[in-house]
Nanobody
Framework: QEQLVESGGGLVQAGGSLRLSCAAARRTFSNYTMAWFRQAPGKERSFVAAISWNGRTTNYAYSLKGRFTISRDNAKNTMYLQMNSLKSEDTAVYYC?????????????????WGQGTQVTVSS
């Protein structure tokens, strides 16, 4: 069972930036495709971005591409999400997820492990 812990959320003004981190407890992190999802109040969980085990392949929600950047450091068992030009509609709880899927899929069912989430609030 992999444990994932998100950090870096908080309150930021519109136009600002935040970097989220997702730390894994085990070295098997490097075997997993990793992803970020988010869930806004009253809405379903939605895909943000995903990255292959070696970092060479990334996948983004079309509407977020260009503002958000996913990356990982396998030596540190950590994944990141750099979020720039934040908008009020980016307000949500952000979750990291990991799984053995071969492709950085947008589907939550492709991921076996989930963090507890970190709140991001963007004030307008």
């Amino acid at each position: 069972q992999e444990q994932l812990v998100e950090s870096g959320g908080g309150l930021v003004q519109a136009g600002g930036s935040l970097r989220l981190s997702c730390a894994a407890a085990r070295r098997t992190f490097s075997n997993y495709t990793m992803a970020w999802f988010r869930q806004a109040p009253g809405k379903e969980r939605s895909f943000v971005a995903a990255i292959s085990w070696n970092g060479r392949t990334t996948n983004y929600a079309y509407s977020l591409k260009g503002r958000f950047t996913i990356s990982r450091d396998n030596a540190k068992n950590t994944m990141y999400l750099q979020m720039n030009s934040l908008k009020s509609e980016d307000t949500a709880v952000y979750y990291c997820a990991g799984g053995r899927t071969d492709w950085p899929t947008v589907s939550p069912s492709g991921y076996d492990y989930w963090g507890q989430g970190t709140q991001v609030t963007v004030s307008s």
